[in-house]
């Protein structure tokens, strides 16, 4: 019969810490994120409330408007989360 013990390693074995690598990914995510974020707070807050909506802020952004509709669904949502 079959040992109780897998091919590549034991079955006791602890997952491998995340990779140097993965770590880094995730700084860059996490950085691009935070650029993001406060660039949308700048636009949103020098757009008067009528000139406030998602393609005018996706334009100044550079950013997608179908990413923008998708993370704040509407203007309010766009406001808020950047007035941080």
């Known amino acids: ?3 109780s013990r897998r091919r590549h390693g034991s ?3 602890r997952p ?3 990779s140097r690598a993965q770590k880094d990914v995730n700084e860059i995510l996490d950085r691009r994120e935070a650029k993001r974020s406060a660039r949308l707070a700048v636009i949103v807050a020098s757009l008067s409330p009528d000139k406030l ?3 005018t802020v996706a334009e100044l952004a550079d950013v997608p408007v179908g990413y923008l ?3 704040y669904p ?3 949502d766009l406001t808020a989360a ?3």
């Open 1 to 3: 019969m079959g040992s």
């Open 11 to 13: 079955w006791g074995q």
């Open 16 to 18: 491998a810490p995340a």
């Open 53 to 55: 909506n998602h393609e």
């Open 69 to 71: 509709r998708w993370r």
């Open 74 to 76: 509407s203007t309010d």
């Open 82 to 84: 950047t007035q941080v």
